[in-house]
């Protein structure tokens, strides 16, 4: 991937997190495809990052949940002639739920939502990939996961099994895809502070009577380096596994939890 501007897929692009890696991305350099739903978001958030006069970036609207949705960004990226050098993927989120039995039909539509959805559209990414290794030009898939990929949490039942799911789809693919210097990795964050996040704290702060820092040195106590983490920090994580850093690192699943699940 070296030699020549990159165009990194970025979904969720529009999020705590999505705009955090984008920022950054777009700031060193980058061509970026945003993805999400909302396309005046989208729209805006292209128009408004670093790049942004030169025409550097494209906003195509997707919901990850509809297959038809899904085939119609595929096109997309056919009809604008897009190759990609590398993909960041962050299926929705699961809601937290402690029910560990969900009706059929509930992980019907969890599987559909979270992984088979999200899977077709990286299906698709992969489709426009054309990485050279013998040229250096290799192809980074970076797929956004939780801490609950490694470790049970309790309250985030059905997650515990998409995590999973994740890790082994991006295990096999990433055994699959290797010889064509296509590259996938897991990034499993842990707490992070996007707007979602910090709003959930303050409310646990007030509902507990507490100021927002008290509230959060209780909650990350357990944590070894005693914080959440912030968006910018996952971005930094995300452009070192797009970058050269990972030119010898695949299928592997990497915390970004602060030590919290001690997988070390
Ligand atoms: N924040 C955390 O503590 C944390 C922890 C572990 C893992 N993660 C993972 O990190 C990723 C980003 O989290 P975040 O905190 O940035 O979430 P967020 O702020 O809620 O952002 C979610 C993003 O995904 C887009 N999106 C949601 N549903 C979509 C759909 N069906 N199709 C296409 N795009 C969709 C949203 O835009 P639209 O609504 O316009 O579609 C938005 O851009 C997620 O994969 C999440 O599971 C986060």
């Known amino acids: 991937m070296s030699g020549r501007q990159r165009i990194i897929l970025v979904t969720g692009a529009t999020g705590g997190i999505g705009e955090a890696v984008s920022h950054h991305l777009a700031a060193a350099g980058d061509s970026l495809v945003l993805a999400a739903r909302n396309a005046e978001r989208l729209q805006a958030l292209a128009e408004a990052l670093p790049g942004a006069h030169e025409g550097r970036h494209s906003a195509i609207p997707v919901d990850m949940t509809d297959n038809r949705s899904i085939s119609q960004f595929a ?74 990929s490694a470790q049970v949490l309790g309250h985030y039942a059905t997650a515990n099994v998409l995590r999973c799911a994740w890790v082994g ?27 979602w996040y910090r709003e959930g704290l303050e409310r646990r702060a007030a509902a507990a009577g507490v100021s927002f820092a008290e509230r959060m040195a209780e909650e990350t ?5 005693g914080k959440y983490g912030e968006p910018a920090e996952v ?14 690192m695949t299928g592997l699943n990497i915390m970004h939890d602060g030590g919290f699940t001690r997988s070390y």
């Open 75 to 148: 096109g997309e990226l056919q009809a604008r002639n897009i190759w990609l050098d590398g993909v960041v993927l962050m299926p929705p989120q699961a809601h937290s739920t402690n029910d560990p039995m969900p009706s059929p039909a509930a992980w019907t539509d969890l599987f559909q939502n979270c992984f088979i959805g999200p899977l077709e559209l990286l299906k698709a990414a992969i489709g426009r990939m054309s990485p050279d290794p013998a040229q250096t030009r290799r192809a980074k898939i970076v797929i956004i996961s939780g801490i609950s």
């Open 169 to 195: 789809e991006a295990k096999t693919l990433a055994f699959a895809l290797g010889g064509r210097g296509i590259h996938v990795n897991t990034l499993s964050l842990g707490g992070t502070l996007s707007p």
């Open 221 to 225: 106590a357990n944590i070894p380096l």
């Open 235 to 248: 971005a930094v994580a995300v452009e070192g596994l797009l970058s050269p850093f990972s030119d010898h």
